[in-house]
């Protein structure tokens, strides 16, 4: 059987953070028959500078292996009301995914199967959590989550815990 992975970005929604910001946020769906996902299907959301962490993270992991596809531009004057801009961007958005060749790179399966936050990513991939890539997709994977869980509060807590703990051993 020939493995197959299919993505979605859809479902564009406005978030506001006050008055004067705000930015527009993507529903990322995924669909795989690949062993390298642990999930075989998930839906996220993330925003398009996210994407622009994840394809530096995935050229830093790369170490010139491969080259990436590029993101859509960014539009200075993007308006985030005008259909066709948020169309391509969009696309764009769906195209680097799909041309992204690195299943093998953790951030990269955190970033489509996970709801956690660019921190606890690279927290979770680089082994600073009690969570390993598996434990955290499965514990804060897809299903439309779209705020934090108790469980993800707790990852924070612990994280913060983990910080302070190697700050006390590296001033001993």
Known sequence: MQEFTGVCV?????????????YMDYEICIH???????????????????????????????????????????????SLNNV?????????????????????????????QSQLSVKKIEASAEGRSRYNVSEAIHSFGSGNKRFETQSEENMEEEEEDMHCE????ITC
């Open 32 to 78: 795989t028959n690949s062993l390298a996902f642990t999930k075989k299907s998930s839906c996220v959301r993330r925003r398009y500078s996210e994407f622009v962490w994840l394809r530096k993270k995935l050229q830093e992991n790369a170490m010139l292996i491969t080259h990436l596809p590029k993101l859509p531009p960014k539009n200075p004057f993007f």
């Open 10 to 22: 859809r479902d564009p929604c406005i978030q506001k953070e006050d008055f004067w910001h705000a």
């Open 84 to 112: 066709r801009e948020i169309g391509a961007c969009m696309g764009g958005l769906r195209t680097f995914l799909e041309n992204s060749v690195l299943l093998s790179d953790s951030c990269l399966h955190l970033f489509l």
């Open 166 to 169: 190697s700050e006390r051993l």
